[in-house]
């Protein structure tokens, strides 16, 4: 018997793990505009991100969260930024055994939480997190790819494995949902980084040195955090810092790269978010309250929040390496 899997979120993400888990469960995916929906359930695809992609027959997109009250794991692919207020609806409607698997990349601005801290506090129950090189057009056109989950509840971790594993798709499965969760969070800021420094042309030799800086800078905040050095070095860390920091794809690097180019974004007139400069400032605050030194969150917060020029916070971030 088929499970049935929620995802909240008819965007690129949501799509692709709607796709990649559609050949072990049906999929109700849950989409805020009842015309998308439509378009998806009678084209069999999600003309505003995949326009040339057929989805899964076990795919069907809703307007009304109600349908998810017999759901046995849901995936919460939404900004970091309305994850409160959605789980706390999903609570009164989901069933008490439903599986929460958090996707999203971020802290909460007000309390400085992480997602699936969030998700415990509302649900009382042990999250899933979900991390990893996660390129949503690969996924949803069912190319290889790989990711890493965590959960604190075994048997939760077993079940998501489950339904995500497919012949295409891998999955690293562990219980450092600290680490898990902080590497995915801190990749924003390692992309931001790397991209300041493509926008100013710096040579690929100090880029890349800094790169390493920044990458056991990493390891070292995970540790302070509470989470396990070595899950850097899986694919929520490693593939994932990598992926974000050298690719055209990630919103975070492009952020990074217009402003090393002296160009200052407006994302309520641009429309687009870009999770990592939010997360900066809350990474400055935290590393102030670990007694934490990082060149990295220096430098990002410098260039993206005190509007520092680029070239002089470089600079320093040099001397300092």
Not at 24 to 53: H, M, W
Not at 138 to 158: G, P, R
Not at 235 to 248: K, M, P, Q, R, W
Request: net charge negative; aromatic share 8%.
């Amino acid at each position: 018997m088929l499970l049935t899997v929620g995802v909240i979120g008819a965007g690129s993400m949501g799509t692709a793990i709607a796709q990649t888990v559609a050949p072990n469960a049906r999929v109700l995916l849950y989409g805020r505009r009842e015309d998308l929906c439509s378009k998806i359930n009678y084209l069999r695809q999600n003309t505003d991100y995949f326009p040339n992609v057929t989805l899964h027959d076990n795919i069907t997109a809703i307007n009304d969260m109600d349908y998810l009250s017999e759901v046995d794991i849901i995936f919460l692919c939404i900004p970091s930024s309305v994850m409160r207020e959605t789980v706390e609806l999903l609570n009164d409607i989901v069933s008490e055994d439903c599986i929460f698997v958090n996707t999203a990349k971020g802290i909460e601005k007000d309390s400085n939480k992480r997602m699936t801290t969030i998700i415990e506090e509302i649900t009382d129950r042990s999250p899933v997190a979900f991390s990893g090189p996660n390129i949503a057009a690969d996924m949803v056109n069912n190319l290889a790819a790989a990711t890493t989950i965590a959960c604190e509840n075994v048997k939760y971790l077993n079940m998501v494995e489950k339904i995500l594993r497919t012949d295409t798709f891998k999955v690293n499965a562990n219980t450092d949902v600290i680490g898990t969760e902080f590497c995915g969070i801190l990749k924003n800021i390692l992309a931001i980084s790397q991209g300041i420094c493509e926008g100013m042309s710096i040579n690929d030799n100090a880029k890349f040195a800094i790169f390493t800086k920044s990458f056991n800078e990493t390891k070292d905040m995970i540790e302070k955090f509470g989470g396990c050095r070595g899950t850097v070095d899986d694919y929520c860390g490693f593939g994932d810092i990598v992926t974000a920091s050298t690719l055209s794809v990630s919103r975070n690097h492009t952020l990074g790269v217009l402003y090393g180019q002296g160009i200052v974004v407006d994302e309520k007139a641009s429309g687009v978010l870009f999770e990592g400069k939010s997360t900066v400032v809350i990474l400055k605050d935290l590393c102030e309250k670990y007694s934490i030194q990082s060149l990295t969150v220096n430098f990002v917060y410098d260039v993206i929040i005190n509007r520092k020029n680029p070239k002089a916070a470089f600079k320093e971030f040099w001397q300092n390496l």
